[in-house]
């Protein structure tokens, strides 16, 4: 199975909030990214959380990590228009630097 | 500052013809990735390299190849195309386990 898995698809309406979620199989994950791809461009990091802590905040967005059940979620507040993209969960084992990307969710965002 | 540049940003092939992609970053790190992101699939690794010289294999690496003869460029190439190498294209680069930059993709039709 994947390592990494997210739901393909999250639709909500505008001013609601947005809650992704992902969860992993690795407990040795060291750190654990959100990053955001929108149409035609690249991804762009979101935010990232170490393995140490249970919870970040960044403005409009919150990172929540339950370690016991290796799930890590991006809730989004006051979703807006411009929030619509994909949305990649990744994790990165301690001592390796390469990333384990899950397969993203498309968060769709309507009036 | 560009961060991660790829060229070109769109190419068509005919089965059997070869190319090249180039990435090029400017921030000095010492690691670099190619992806392919197909429709379902997320981003799959074809291929990183951990210094200047050096080149792994990743979960795809099966009809391409990579070079990486200076620190900021890295090539991916096809010798052969095929259709099932129609993709879209994802350079990265990242300094020792830090959160990767992207660059915004090569979309390449192979008929």
């Known amino acids: 199975g994947e390592d990494v898995e997210q739901s393909l698809f999250l639709s909500v309406r505008e001013g609601d909030s947005s809650v992704i979620n992902c969860t992993y199989t690795?407990?040795?994950?060291?750190?654990l990214y959100w990053y955001k791809q929108e149409p035609g461009a690249g991804l762009q990091l979101l935010t990232y959380?170490?393995?140490?802590?249970d919870m970040k905040q960044d403005q409009r967005l919150t990172v929540l990590l339950n370690k016991k059940d290796k799930h890590l979620s991006l809730r989004i507040a006051d979703t807006q228009t411009g929030d619509s993209a994909i949305y990649f969960c990744a994790e990165t084992l301690g001592g390796s630097y390469i990333p384990t990307f899950g397969r993203g969710t498309s968060l769709i965002v309507h009036p | 500052n560009a961060g991660v540049t790829q060229t070109p940003k769109f190419r068509v092939l005919k089965t059997g013809q070869s190319m090249t992609l180039l990435c090029a970053q400017d921030m000095n790190h010492e690691y670099m990735y190619w992806y392919r992101q197909d429709p379902g699939m997320g981003l799959r690794l074809i291929h990183y390299s951990v210094g200047e010289g050096t080149t792994a294999k990743g979960e795809v690496p099966d009809g391409y190849n990579v070079s990486r003869l200076k620190k900021q460029n890295f090539l991916l190439g096809l010798e052969s195309a095929a259709p099932s190498q129609t993709s879209v294209y994802f350079c990265a680069s990242s300094y020792n386990g830090e959160p990767l930059h992207f660059g915004n993709g090569t979309r390449l039709t192979v008929t």
């Open positions: 959380i170490f393995s140490n802590m």
């Open positions: 690795d407990s040795s994950s060291t750190y």
